[in-house]
């Protein structure tokens, strides 16, 4: 009985050791579980907080851009020519789309594909594309009050970003001018371009947590953004207008395959107006074909035909070759080439002219005279110091220098002599209003400008003064009655003008038939010049093609309209009771 009761007993105090026992190792446990628990919080809270916040910050904080308008491009007058329309880009984080249900039959899904114009299988598509993606752009450019209605619409995973786009309230007028800028908002054409650095800002950034929604719910920092420059340009809008009005409008009456313009202040160098046509709709580019977009006012190259007889005069004067009252036999002639011989002659033979006959009556006979007299050496320099051959350097993308044969060491007779009514070599529109900015500002080479400039510039002279006023007032008989150029005449004012024509040079070098290209080139007023003015209709085949027929008209409807919009007082007084004019008193 006694060794029962012990031996239970024993029992029982083993049962009560082995539970004490359990019961520490199990306290043990949950010590050691306690003291690596708060060893791994103290490491990661005291010793080695980053990596933490590193993964916290990574699914809670988005850094968004704060984008900066493009600056505004104005006319002198600060009429704008160029300016940035707030629009949404609609994007979506196809991950959080698929996340939270994925595209749904439902009818908010629809109404984003008809709000977005897209089908709802094409939107679908671009989600898809993407599974694990963070950011696709579903639209670009679109209208803020479509923006404001898809962010009503609440769908998981779309959003909507800020950006601009450009507009231009001249359209085609300044089209070729200002250029375009891409989707992103960079210049790809024209000013636009040339002057992207300076029309782009430099864009802020917003630090802010988001919530598993995407909703901002603390705003941590900010960068703010640096404001974009304006760009003022040396053009005036109101002579733009009219410049292409007239243009497109000769282009079109003389079934022309295309029309330049270039006005130029002869006292500053600025480009008031530079028009091409035809032009395009830089607020629409659908459908329009790249060379559209080319401003051919300083790309394309052209023999400058009898625009350049009045350097060459000038040049012989300036040489003693002849004086103002020289006479000179002007009846056609031979020179050699080779072994063969090439007739020089006028369209209209005379047997004698003047020295301001020879520029009146446009006389390749004369002028050529003229330069075989010279070393052509002298012909080249003149040419040369009036800016034939060297670079208009206004910073637009394609300005050509034109062809210009500044080495060439063997000169036959005709070459000498073709060259002195501008054959062998090739200026653009733009040369060649520069140089008549040189003739208009009596010999002061000014460099040419496409931003507005403070008066006064400072030129350099080139040729002596005395020399340009008589070259000036013989070129004034271009447009009077017996002239060339008559049917560029403005009544009330004195022009000093010449016209010229020219054949149109193939792919292959060689001269085309039946395609010439008409120049009327020019200053105004010839008392006190101001501005100078170069139209060029390319390949006319409506019947006429010379330039006294085709573009000297558009010279004189286009120079009488920057005359009186520019309130430049009329320098031929009517005199008498019969309204004649005095022209060059």
Known sequence: MKAARSLKLKKQEDKASFVSWRFALLCGGIGVALIGLLIRVAYLQ?????????????????????????????????????VSVPVDAVWADPKEVFERGGITNDTHWQALADALSIPLEQLTSKINEY???????????????????????????????????????????????IGVTNIDGAGIEGVEKSFDNWLTGMPGSRTVRKDRTGRVIEDIS????????????????????????????????????????????????????????????????????????????????????????????MSALNSGIVKENTVLDTRPYRVTYGSRGHE????????????TGILQKSSNVGVSKLALAMPASEVVNVYSRFGMGKPTNLGLVGESSGLFPTNKQRWSDLDR????????????????????????????????????VDPPVPG???????????????????????GGGVRAAIKGYRIAVKTGTARKVGPDGRYLNNKHISYTAGIAPASNPRFSLVVIINDPQAGKYYGGAVAAPIFGTIMSGVLRTMNVEPDALPVGDKNEFVINK
Do not use: C, W
């Open 46 to 82: 005291i010793i080695n907080p980053d990596r933490l916040v590193k993964e916290g910050d990574s699914r809670s904080l988005r850094i968004q851009s704060v984008p900066t308008a493009r600056g505004m491009i104005n006319d002198r007058n600060g009429r704008p020519l160029a």
């Open 131 to 177: 599974p694990k993606g963070r950011f696709v752009y579903l639209a670009r450019q679109v209208n803020t009050s479509i923006g404001d209605y898809v962010e009503k619409l609440r769908l998981p995973g779309i959003y909507l970003r800020q950006e601009s786009r450009r507009y231009y309230p001249a359209g085609q007028v300044t089209a070729h001018i």
């Open 222 to 313: 900010s960068t703010d953004s640096r404001a974009a420059h304006d760009l003022t340009l040396s053009i005036d809008e109101r002579l733009q207008t009219l410049v292409y009005r007239e243009l497109t409008k000769a282009v079109a009456l003389n079934q022309a395959e295309s029309g330049s313009a270039v006005l130029v202040d002869v006292n500053t160098g600025e480009v008031l107006a530079m028009a091409n046509s035809p032009s395009y709709n830089p607020n629409n580019l659908a459908g329009t074909p790249k060379d559209a977009m080319r401003n051919r006012a300083i790309t394309d190259i052209f023999e400058p035909g009898s625009t350049v007889k009045p350097l060459v005069v």
């Open 344 to 355: 020089i002659k006028d369209v209209a033979p005379r047997p004698e002219l003047t020295i």
């Open 417 to 452: 002599a073709t060259f002195s009514f501008g054959y062998g070599l090739m200026v653009t529109p733009l040369q060649l209003a520069r140089v008549y900015a040189t003739i208009g500002s009596l010999g002061i080479y000014r460099p040419l400008s496409i931003t507005k």
């Open 460 to 482: 350099t002279r080139v040729f002596p003064e005395t020399v340009m006023r008589t070259v000036v007032h013989m070129m004034e008989s271009v447009a009077l009655p017996g």
